[in-house]
């Protein structure tokens, strides 16, 4: 089975604090993203990577960065987080090749930013 | 207006029903997404599909290319069938990203 980790299930941050949010895929898969997940908004792409130390901006990306030095590992980072990057972070991650391109998700990370 | 419009945003039926979720779209796609998302977050693609009809146990998802709609039916619906589904649409190969509808929280009661 594939399975995607996410470091943390729950987060507590103050304003202010640099974050990471670690997400590691067991599966070889050449894509991956992270999402935020708010009420009434629905997922949201933040960044993406389609390989190592590739990247390339969502719908979403001001505030955050993203960091992908080995194909397993994709990062994200809140250089300053604020109060509204509390939200649900999901990783997901798909393979390129074939016709079998699902995303398979993480159990996500709540971000609470206080 | 979204590029992927749910129909109902919030659906309760009693166990048994037979449920229908819809899904509109858009855009130009080559392959659409259904995906479940129970309490605590952990997301579960369900079915992809770029045309014609899928079946997995009492799941069945169908898409109208032409129409640009997609329905996903539960049949002999049960308690842990409640989650909010979730519908997204995206190319069949490359880097694949996905634009999601913004779910339809689906509740069986007893």
């Known amino acids: 089975d594939v399975k995607v980790t996410q470091s943390s299930r729950y987060l507590v941050k103050r304003t202010g604090e640099k974050v990471f949010l670690e997400c590691v895929q067991d599966?070889?898969?050449?894509?991956m993203f992270w999402y935020r997940q708010d009420p009434g908004l629905g997922l949201r792409l933040i960044y993406f990577?389609?390989?190592?130390?590739?990247?390339e901006k969502g719908d979403i990306p001001e505030g955050y960065s993203v960091s992908r030095e080995k194909k397993e590992r994709f990062s994200l980072i809140l250089e300053s987080a604020s109060t509204n990057q509390t939200s649900m972070y999901l990783c997901?991650?798909?393979?390129?090749?074939?016709?079998?391109?699902?995303?398979?998700f993480g159990a996500g990370t709540r971000l609470s930013v206080l | 207006k979204n590029e992927v419009e749910q129909s109902p945003q919030n659906l309760t039926a009693q166990e048994g029903e037979f449920i229908t979720i819809n899904c509109s779209y858009s855009v130009g796609i080559s392959a659409l997404h259904w995906l479940q998302q129970h309490p605590g977050g952990g997301i579960v693609s369900l079915f992809m599909?770029?045309?014609g009809k899928k079946k997995h146990g009492r799941l069945i998802a169908t898409i109208n290319i032409q129409e640009k709609h997609s329905s996903l039916h539960i049949t002999a619906s049960h308690p842990r069938d409640s989650a909010v589904y979730i519908c997204?649409?995206?190319?069949?190969?490359?880097?694949?990203?996905?634009?999601f509808g913004q779910g339809t929280r689906l509740t069986i009661n007893p």
């Open positions: 599909l770029s045309s």
């Open positions: 997901a991650s798909s393979r390129t090749s074939g016709r079998n391109n699902i995303q398979y």
């Open positions: 599966m070889d898969h050449e894509n």
């Open positions: 990577s389609y390989d190592v130390k590739m990247k």
């Open positions: 997204a649409v995206g190319p069949i190969q490359g880097a694949q990203k996905l634009v």
